[in-house]
């Protein structure tokens, strides 16, 4: 089983990998067939080859992440961090493509609470759900940070107005490189390894990752941490 997966894995990223390749490398022809003269088409396809580009570079981050996550000298460093800190700095990544977006974001808390986590793993995290939020939330939506707190746990919940997820594809989301829609995944720049991070990070720390989605309505992923 474990051979059939590496060798699934392997077939997936090299897929992956020629996708934006390939644009690359046909756009560089193009141009170089002679469209360097129209200013105009140069100027796209310089720009897609660079989109393609960025895509690469995503896709490399999170596969070394998550070949970290899976080596065996993987350790985390779990210590007493501010969940407001945690928050702020998570969202701070996403604020500017949520204005971009015209997509609200909204986060209170009146208290201070402190949890007990590798503060760095946990905003990678939350910096992964967030961003998916964004994405898969249209043009005028809404995304909320909540806080729900239990005696021995506190819960994050990010809650978006957007597309939903559909029942049947719950219990695939959090597989490497399952998408819903494979084709608006890419199109918002997607990798399909976002939420196998999140579920490596949140399982590392011993807590749980849950999600509830309506389709058309919204989608609410909560985290939970260990209150200190
Ligand atoms: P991707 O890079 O494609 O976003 P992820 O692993 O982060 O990959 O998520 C897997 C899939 O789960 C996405 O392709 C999308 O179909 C679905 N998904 C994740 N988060 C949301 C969300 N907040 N709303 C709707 N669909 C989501």
Known sequence: RLLTMRQSFVANVSHELRTPLTSIKGYAETLADGALDDRTAATRFIGIISTNADRLNQLLDDLLDLSRLESEQFRIEQRECDLRRLIDSSMATVRAPAERKGVALKFS???????????????????????????????????????????????????DTGIGIPAADLDRIFERFYRVDKGRSRAMGGTGLGLAIVRHVVEAHGEQVLVQSEVGRGTTFGVSFTRI
């Open 109 to 159: 808390m009146e208290d201070e609470h402190s949890v007990l986590c590798d503060a760095a793993l946990m905003e990678n995290a939350l910096t992964n759900l967030l961003d998916n939020a964004v994405k898969y939330t249209p043009e005028g939506g809404r995304v909320e940070v909540g806080l729900r707190l239990e005696e021995e746990r506190a819960w994050i919940d990010i809650s």
